[in-house]
């Protein structure tokens, strides 16, 4: 079987009304995400066995989680599968184009994205359809292989589902204003349609790269009339309780143009074992469709602005508030004479 995270080996996806996530690289659209199910440097096995949050090849270098770390959660509603990543990453270089890879480069220093579905021999009739059996057989575990990054010259992007994406993964992307570098790899079902959707924001300032991907139900199971029908079903393809494998790695170059190293969530499945170009199903981490979880927080206006990533306006608020509270009651038992450490602190001009 090999590795497996005993606290992350399955993570959580909630659910959020249609509409509610906007593709655009401002992740207040998440703000109320459960936090439970924020997922920091998750662990995973090395090439060596060695249980790491970042694993290096190829000369790279990696001094912590200031030099590189994800951040990352999982939405879905009923068109979508929804990952958001905050990535911080001190010196950052957009893959290109070499010798040995002309066609596909984005992942080189983007996003890898492996997706388990069914194979010919699947068990209860999953063929085609999304499972979590993770078996080292091809015959019964297969991947949907995507992959989405920058363009060479670019520190952001917007993608146009069904446009700017290539048809195929020995077509190369040819870039159009803004739109994100997406690398439709490898469909195990009927075909993509090409109806996902990326944005990406890179901030040298603040070291953070934001990405936010919407991946279409229809890219991972083809139009199929069951899948809206609120049937048994259609729930059964895609609805809450449905579990499949799933993997991300997200790479670093450093100061290269080209993979050097990864993080995310086991990354293994979709890096280093070619296996004819379909990867490592068997290496796979779980994804449950959930209803939302109990969040104390409430939901922000979406989209549009740059956002505070993870942090919400409302936490602030909150954090505010509280200090506000402590100093005001400070400030009675200082008129009462007590707590001289405080009375020496404050501000002669209060009462």
Request: proline share 5%; net charge negative.
């Amino acid at each position: 079987v090999g590795y497996r995270n005993d606290k992350y080996d399955q993570v959580h996806a909630a659910k959020v009304d249609s509409g509610a996530i906007i593709i655009d690289g401002d992740l207040r659209d998440w703000h109320a995400h459960d936090r439970r199910w924020i997922y920091n440097d998750v662990a995973f096995a090395n090439a060596k066995g060695e249980e790491v949050t970042f694993e290096t090849r190829a000369g790279g270098k990696w001094f912590g989680p200031d030099d590189f770390s994800t951040r990352w959660m999982l939405a879905w509603d009923e068109h979508f599968l929804y990952l958001a990543l905050d990535v911080i990453d001190d010196t950052f270089t957009v893959g290109e184009p070499s010798s040995a890879h002309t066609r596909t480069f984005c992942w080189q220093t983007g996003l890898q994205i492996g997706i388990e579905i069914g194979g010919d021999q699947a068990p209860n009739h999953r063929a085609g359809l999304l499972q979590a059996e993770r078996s080292s057989s091809l015959a019964v575990s297969t991947l949907d292989l995507i992959n989405i990054g920058l363009f060479p010259g670019q520190t952001s992007c917007k993608s146009t589902p069904n446009i700017t994406a290539a048809s195929s993964a020995y077509v190369r992307p040819v870039p159009t204003g803004r739109d994100c570098c997406v690398e439709y790899v490898k469909n195990q079902g009927a075909g993509w349609v090409h109806a996902s959707d990326a944005a990406i924001i890179r901030n040298e300032n603040s070291k953070h790269t934001i990405l936010e991907i919407a991946i279409s139900v229809h890219d991972l199971l083809g139009h199929r009339p069951e899948l809206h029908s609120n049937t048994k079903e259609g729930r059964a393809m895609w609805g809450e309780g449905v579990e499949f494998g799933f993997s991300f790695a997200m790479n670093d170059g450093d100061d290269v143009a080209k993979q050097r190293g990864w993080g995310g969530y086991y990354p293994a499945a979709v890096v280093l074992d070619w296996n004819g170009g379909e990867k490592s199903p068997s290496k796979s981490g779980v994804v449950r469709l959930s209803q939302p979880g109990h969040s104390p927080y409430l939901p922000a206006a979406g989209g549009g602005g740059g956002g505070l990533s993870f942090i919400g306006v409302l936490d602030i608020i909150i954090i505010v508030a509280a200090l506000l509270l402590c100093v005001g009651i400070a400030g009675i038992r200082y008129r009462r004479g007590g707590i001289p450490a405080v009375k020496a602190l404050l501000p002669s001009s209060l009462p």
